[in-house]
């Protein structure tokens, strides 16, 4: 029988009338069923397909767990609990197109936080907060009634040569967060955190991530253990939703000192620094023009990361911090997902966009027929790396 067939299967059994079904287990019983239909399927490689096949499966495999117990006559407490805190179906990351966050929640990293505040009949919940040392990811979910979008729509107005934004109620309008206190806002240019907001499938869940960004010592600009005050505004809704979550890093890594130049057309690029996670990768490298003729934001320079497999990691964020006044240094930091699997080497590849009018430089990218950005590849800044494959082996302890 295949997934599918088991998946229909399944939903015919859960149709079958029960006694003295706990709240709790029917609750928990709904959300297998939507983990069913939204668990993320990659299409990158077979090995991408064959792995999430693989997770998919366990979750139909607890899936037939949990209704064979709710099917009984009576479920005691202490089962009810149990099924709780299954990992892999109580945990919201599994809404995210993030396979680190997917594990995250499959493997029991993300730390449950449970925090919910309600104005007005809206509630909005933050259930999980997982934290590697380099990306704090958590979800926010709402709850109400009479939403006629989703939780991140909004509608941009041209005017003139302005622009305002239009919100649908119960739709976000604005996210504050804070470090011990202090707003992210407040911080140095150089120790800034990014704040990334991420649409998922569910129209009232979203994923935000905090990325703690390398100070040019290499030292994090978050902490491993904070106290994070997160405020959020809802259209329609006059209070603002404030959640204050203790965090704590809670994942080990690895970091990969390097040293490997590549020079093309006046650029030098050097690799410092590679971070690995169970979550993320973390790339540092230095970046310099040495013909001095022009500033290092010329190039469009851009980078991809491929395991010696050839498949290719995600990409999450981004910073560059020039170490000069004429922009002809800077110490870029690149934050990407996790692989799959733990590589023997891995290879950064740099490219140069094309673009639609390269005289002008418009910003538009030139595309092809499968609406993929056309890549020039510069093979002479390539950089392949050996990796520690049994050490990161470890560190993931994938087990599917």
Known sequence: ?????????????????????????????????ASLTNLPMSTRTNQQQRSTKKRRMVAVAAAVAMIAVISSAYVSPAVAESLKKIPLISSIFRLADDLGLQIAGERGLAAESNASVTH?????????????????????????????????????????????????????????????????????LSDKPGLIGKPTSDPNVVMYELIGFSRLNHSPSIPDQFQLTAKISL???DAPYIFHIPVRKNTDQIIVSSGETREWNG???????LKFTPITTDLIM???????????????????????????????????????????????????????????????????????????????????????VVKTYLKELEITIPVNHLGLDKLYDVQW
Do not use: C
């Open 1 to 33: 029988m295949n997934p599918f067939d088991l998946d229909k299967e399944l939903r015919e059994i859960g149709k079958v009338p029960q006694r003295e079904v706990p709240d709790i287990i029917r609750r928990h019983q709904d959300e297998v069923y």
């Open 267 to 273: 650029l030098q690029i050097s690799l410092e620094q």
């Open 120 to 188: 007005e009949g809206v509630t909005l919940r933050i259930p999980q907060v997982v934290y590697d040392g380099t990306r704090l990811s958590l979800a926010v979910k709402r709850e109400g009634e009479g939403f006629t979008g989703r939780i991140t729509d909004v509608e941009v107005i041209n005017e003139g040569k302005g622009t305002s934004h239009r919100f649908q109620r119960g739709a976000i309008t604005d996210v504050e967060m804070l470090i011990d206190g202090t707003s992210i806002h407040d911080l140095s």
């Open 235 to 237: 259209e329609g809704i």
């Open 286 to 372: 230095n970046l310099e023009r040495l013909d001095k003729s022009g500033k290092l934001g010329d190039h469009n320079l851009l980078f991809e990361v491929w395991d010696d497999r050839g498949r290719e990691l995600g990409r999450i964020s981004g910073k560059g911090v020039y170490r000069d006044d004429r922009q002809q240094q800077q110490q870029l930091e690149l934050i990407f997902d996790r692989f799959e699997v733990a590589p023997d080497s891995i290879t950064i590849k740099p490219f140069l966009p094309v673009f639609q009018d390269p005289i002008a430089n418009s910003g538009l990218y030139k595309v092809d027929s499968k609406g993929e």
